[in-house]
């Protein structure tokens, strides 16, 4: 069988097919590490110096302006590797400086204390930035005679006959100047970049069209990977895993595809009544138990086969994403169509869900609790029956089902019990430099379970290179604005493969099969 890997772009006027080809340059056709050099190049049969990937028309793109980038075959045991590109930059077309303004008005209206502490100050600039230009716009509709009179003397109707060139040539120039500028970074930067942003996380209504678009897009290619049929019916099934890959703003709209594809596939299984009813799910019981020991959840009973991963001291998201790769096993040897095995962010504003997403952190755990947002681990429920809390209920509500061990169905929000998630982030300093739209998720996504936080996602430093301690490694440094530079080699290609390449490579687990 061979695998998936889906490529969902971030925010700005994207070229169809740029962010996958240079994700497949750096993680497929430069890394030597995936395929034995020895091996003549699958493409001239002569000596290999790079990896083969080739380009091919596919109409489960449903587009003529995207291919499918297609790899040789790792080994005998690994097959070759499909990368496609969700490209949904089309669908957010048309964004007016009405519809970003009145989203950075509701980012300014809030209290200091409702703002995260690490974007604070970004913050209050751009709060100085607003208060300048609305100076200048009453600069440039008062006479300036008057508004120099009103500054520094006294407000007298005689002020407007007291002029001067300085106020009557220079101020206006400079001022025209300034707001040229102004107008220049609205259209240039922030319409054409943040007003991705905008549009899509404020559920406005008309904006709400859009999201609907680009989410139902997107859950449509990933069912069609897993072999499902239009009307939702099993097809014939091509792979065996999926990743799904997401850059800055995409790692939002992946982080809702992903949730509302496994709500329409969780309870959805090949398998007939009677064999699932007769099955067991002893990973399923053994992650659960995991969850419930870190979050010390009170139970009378727990019926879970000991297992030394089972125990508060040794939770870590190593055993966690383990055991979520056994679970997912599990669950497809039952029959379910969810191959997704791991979701990687770069550069995720996910790390904001309580600035973006919600208007406070309670806002947000709230919406998390009531499986609004799914969170990692997911979040349980106490079953009357097994007298322990789940992220999965009863099959078809089975009254005699007290056993943990019966097979059981995951909850819509539980997508996170079989999909890794790791995230790549660039500590940022003095708002440039770093990545200040990136960050850790597990304060955010992580589960709350009785007023403890459990953590599955895996969060990796990166851009620069740092030690156990999070200090940054000698010889590196914080880049400038790094946003855009996870799967980038930089300008000097030939250099030995850098820190955050590898961390990449290997958050991929291509011969992870």
Same mark, same amino acid.
């Given at each position: 069988?061979?695998?998936?890997?889906?490529?969902?772009?971030?925010?700005?006027?994207?070229?169809?097919?740029?962010?996958?080809?240079?994700?497949?340059?750096?993680?497929? $056709?430069?890394?030597?590490?995936?395929?034995?050099?020895?091996?003549?190049?699958?493409?001239?049969?002569?000596?290999?110096?790079?990896?083969?990937?080739?380009?091919?028309?596919?109409? =489960?793109?449903?587009? *003529?302006?995207? =291919?499918?980038?297609? %790899?040789?075959?790792?080994?005998?045991?690994?097959?070759?590797?499909?990368? *496609?590109?969700?490209?949904?930059?089309?669908?957010?077309?048309?964004?007016?400086?009405?519809?970003?303004?009145?989203?950075?008005?509701?980012?300014?209206?809030?209290?200091?204390?409702?703002?995260?502490?690490?974007?604070?100050?970004?913050?209050?600039?751009?709060?100085?930035?607003?208060?300048? $230009?609305?100076?200048?716009? !009453?600069?440039?509709?008062?006479?300036?005679?008057?508004?120099?009179?009103?500054? /520094?003397?006294?407000?007298?109707?005689?002020?407007?006959?007291?002029? +001067? /060139?300085?106020?009557? $040539?220079?101020?206006?120039?400079?001022?025209?100047? /300034?707001?040229? !500028?102004?107008?220049?970074?609205?259209?240039?930067?922030?319409?054409?970049?943040?007003?991705?942003?905008?549009?899509?996380?404020?559920?406005?209504?008309?904006?709400?069209?859009?999201?609907?678009?680009?989410?139902?897009?997107?859950?449509?290619?990933?069912?069609?990977?897993?072999? =499902?049929?239009?009307?939702?019916?099993?097809?014939?099934?091509?792979?065996?895993?999926?990743?799904?890959?997401?850059?800055?703003?995409? +790692?939002?709209?992946?982080?809702?595809?992903?949730?509302?594809?496994?709500?329409?596939?969780?309870?959805?299984?090949?398998?007939?009544?009677?064999?699932?009813?007769?099955?067991?799910?002893?990973?399923?019981?053994?992650?659960?138990?995991?969850?419930?020991?870190?979050?010390?959840?009170?139970?009378?009973?727990?019926?879970?086969?000991?297992?030394?991963?089972?125990?508060?001291?040794?939770?870590?998201?190593?055993?966690?994403?383990?055991?979520?790769?056994?679970?997912?096993?599990?669950?497809?040897?039952?029959?379910?169509?969810?191959?997704?095995?791991?979701?990687?962010?770069?550069?995720?504003?996910?790390?904001?869900?309580?600035?973006?997403?919600?208007?406070?952190?309670?806002?947000?755990?709230?919406?998390?609790?009531?499986?609004?947002?799914? %969170?990692?681990?997911?979040?349980?429920?106490?079953?009357?029956?097994?007298?322990?809390?789940? *992220?999965?209920?009863?099959?078809?509500?089975?009254? %005699?089902?007290?056993?943990?061990?019966?097979?059981?169905?995951?909850?819509?929000?539980?997508?996170?019990?079989?999909?890794?998630?790791?995230?790549?982030?660039?500590?940022?300093?003095?708002?440039?430099?770093?990545?200040? !739209?990136?960050?850790?998720?597990?304060?955010?996504?992580?589960? %709350?379970?009785?007023? =403890?936080?459990?953590?599955?996602?895996?969060?990796?430093?990166?851009?620069?290179?740092?030690?156990?301690?999070?200090?940054? $490694?000698?010889?590196?440094?914080?880049?400038?604005?790094?946003?855009?530079?996870?799967?980038?080699?930089?300008?000097?290609?030939?250099?030995?493969?850098?820190?955050?390449?590898?961390?990449?490579?290997?958050?991929?687990?291509?011969?992870?099969?």
């Amino acid at each position: 069988m061979k695998q998936a890997v889906v490529i969902i772009h971030g925010m700005g006027e994207q070229i169809p097919m740029e962010t996958l080809q240079g994700f497949v340059e750096t993680v497929w $056709v430069r890394d030597d590490s995936l395929i034995d050099e020895a091996r003549p190049d699958s493409a001239t049969g002569g000596p290999r110096y790079e990896n083969t990937v080739w380009s091919k028309p596919d109409r =489960r793109n449903r587009s *003529f302006e995207l =291919r499918r980038m297609t %790899t040789e075959a790792i080994d005998s045991q690994h097959g070759s590797t499909d990368f *496609f590109e969700f490209y949904w930059a089309h669908l957010m077309y048309g964004t007016t400086w009405e519809q970003l303004k009145a989203w950075v008005i509701d980012l300014l209206w809030r209290s200091p204390a409702r703002v995260p502490p690490r974007i604070r100050g970004a913050w209050i600039v751009l709060w100085i930035i607003s208060v300048i $230009v609305a100076l200048c716009m !009453i600069a440039a509709f008062v006479p300036f005679a008057t508004l120099r009179s009103c500054l /520094f003397n006294n407000c007298v109707a005689e002020a407007s006959n007291q002029t +001067s /060139f300085w106020w009557l $040539v220079v101020v206006p120039v400079l001022v025209g100047v /300034f707001g040229a !500028i102004v107008a220049s970074l609205v259209n240039i930067f922030l319409l054409k970049y943040f007003g991705d942003v905008a549009r899509y996380v404020k559920a406005d209504p008309l904006n709400v069209a859009r999201r609907q678009e680009i989410r139902e897009k997107g859950v449509q290619l990933l069912e069609t990977l897993m072999g =499902r049929e239009a009307d939702g019916m099993p097809g014939k099934r091509q792979y065996d895993r999926i990743v799904v890959v997401a850059h800055s703003l995409g +790692s939002i709209v992946a982080y809702d595809i992903l949730s509302h594809c496994f709500a329409r596939l969780n309870t959805a299984s090949d398998l007939d009544e009677k064999t699932l009813r007769g099955l067991q799910q002893p990973e399923r019981t053994k992650l659960e138990s995991m969850i419930r020991s870190v979050a010390d959840t009170p139970a009378k009973e727990d019926r879970t086969p000991k297992d030394p991963l089972d125990t508060t001291t040794n939770f870590t998201v190593d055993a966690f994403q383990e055991q979520q790769a056994r679970c997912l096993k599990e669950l497809n040897e039952q029959g379910s169509p969810w191959i997704v095995s791991d979701f990687i962010t770069l550069g995720s504003p996910l790390s904001h869900a309580e600035f973006l997403l919600a208007a406070n952190l309670a806002d947000l755990r709230k919406a998390q609790e009531r499986r609004i947002l799914p %969170t990692c681990p997911p979040m349980m429920e106490h079953d009357g029956k097994t007298k322990l809390r789940h *992220f999965t209920f009863r099959y078809k509500d089975d009254a %005699t089902a007290s056993d943990p061990l019966t097979y059981r169905v995951p909850h819509h929000a539980a997508l996170f019990a079989y999909t890794r998630w790791t995230n790549l982030h660039s500590p940022h300093s003095a708002i440039l430099w770093g990545d200040i !739209i990136s960050g850790p998720l597990a304060s955010q996504f992580g589960a %709350t379970i009785n007023d =403890r936080q459990v953590n599955g996602i895996r969060d990796l430093q990166v851009l620069p290179e740092r030690d156990k301690l999070g200090q940054v $490694v000698a010889g590196q440094r914080v880049p400038f604005f790094s946003h855009t530079q996870y799967w980038s080699f930089g300008s000097l290609p030939d250099r030995p493969t850098p820190h955050h390449i590898r961390v990449l490579r290997q958050a991929l687990r291509l011969k992870d099969r």
